[in-house]
């Protein structure tokens, strides 16, 4: 569907036919907890050890998040777990609402230090409210069934924990989103009061967000390919992400990323300034 970083499925089946499904996660995150309990460890004390926040390691415990390739080899050295931790992770299937494609995105997402998103089409999946994101899954064929349709909203707001200030530390956001994406009312007046509201909430509460509006006027636009991610990991690596229709393509060459650095450079440059983008914000929410 057409939303950038929005990683939803439209019923598919996953790559190699697997149906949706989270058991694995959670058989997972029982294995993960074990061998933790078995090392005398608590959360708090086993997550500096991976290098990962104690809010990660309890949505992986609970098989709500699923782990990275990093998280996997680190606590599989940590809890000297005889490689049943690497056993059990071959065995994993996707989180139900995540696209396939969008998978090795979302594990890069779950413990990036830096995200940066510029986004054309929708407001970012991780700044949407639940009505939303509702209207947003229901405005593209094909159609989900109530099941689906629960699963991407689940999957969604799930997500929204990266946006904390109580993670150590805090991601660093940076989001750019045209004006145009707003002035459409996805979902009706009410839903985008709410959206509004939300967004002016989310702004002025959390530090760690800077946010900024593409305005409809702009005659040099940087971000005329389309909209794009950029993450940067613990390990300060910095990886890419491009969405369109029912695919997403994750980058990892040096080259391609400095091309997209470059031109998010040039769009914080040409949006207005974060403290412009709040003020205009609030005159377009009053205006509703």
């Known amino acids: 569907m057409p939303a950038a970083d929005s990683g939803f499925t439209n019923g598919q089946l996953a790559c190699g036919g697997e149906p949706e499904a989270s058991d694995s996660l959670k058989a997972f995150g029982a294995v993960v907890k074990a061998f933790r309990r078995r090392a005398r460890l608590t959360q708090e ?33 940590v809890l000297d777990a005889f490689g049943a931790l690497r056993g059990a992770a071959r065995h994993l299937t996707r989180r139900p609402g995540i ?126 390919d389309g909209p794009l991610q950029l993450a940067e990991t613990p390990e300060n690596r910095w990886f890419g992400y491009s969405e369109g229709q029912k695919n997403g393509r994750f980058i990892t060459d040096s080259k391609e990323i400095s091309v997209l650095h470059r031109r998010y450079a040039s769009l914080r440059s040409q949006a207005l300034t974060p403290e412009d983008s709040l003020s205009l ?4 929410r009053g205006a509703l």
């Open 99 to 224: 696209a396939n494609w969008f998978r090795r995105w979302a594990g890069v997402e779950a413990e990036a230090v830096s995200l940066y998103t510029y986004e054309c089409r929708v407001v970012p999946g991780l700044l949407q409210t639940e009505a939303y994101t509702r209207a947003v899954s229901l405005s593209v064929p094909p159609l989900p069934d109530e099941e689906e349709l629960n699963a991407r909203i689940a999957a969604r707001l799930d997500r929204q924990e990266l946006l904390s200030t109580r993670r150590k530390p805090p991601t660093a956001f940076s989001f750019i989103v045209e004006q145009a994406v707003l002035e459409r009312h996805t979902g009706g007046k009410d839903v985008t009061r709410d959206q509004f509201d939300h967004l002016l909430n989310v702004v002025e509460r959390h530090w760690n967000i800077e946010f900024q509006l593409m305005p409809l006027r702009r005659p040099m636009h940087a971000g005329l």
């Open 45 to 77: 004390e086993f997550a500096p050890q991976v290098r990962y926040s104690a809010p990660v390691v309890a949505s992986i415990e609970q098989g709500r998040r699923f782990p990275s390739l990093e998280f996997v080899e680190r606590a599989e050295e």
């Open 281 to 284: 914000l609030k005159r377009m």
